[in-house]
């Protein structure tokens, strides 16, 4: 078996974990097949003393397929 990591950014103005299901959301419109998700970084924007958007890195991987194109 082969699998494969790509790096996403996903953004929330709700949560953390809502930037995730973005992120991998979004990807899963193209990729079939993601099964794990690492939080490599999280960070947030700030006006006026608040949290008004989470931004979080993560790494998603799925497996390759078997199948040859010819």
């Not at 790096?7 to 709700?14: A, K, Q």
């Not at 947030?44 to 998603?60: D, G, P, S």
């Amino acid at each position: 078996m082969v699998e494969k990591t790509i790096e996403l950014t996903g953004i929330s103005s709700n949560s953390v974990e809502d930037a995730v299901q973005i992120a991998i959301a979004r990807a899963g419109v193209t990729i079939s097949g993601i099964h794990t998700a690492h939080v490599e970084d999280i960070s947030a924007a700030i006006e006026n003393n608040r949290v008004v958007r989470w931004k979080v890195k993560i790494k998603a991987t799925f497996q390759v397929k078997d199948e040859l194109h010819e």
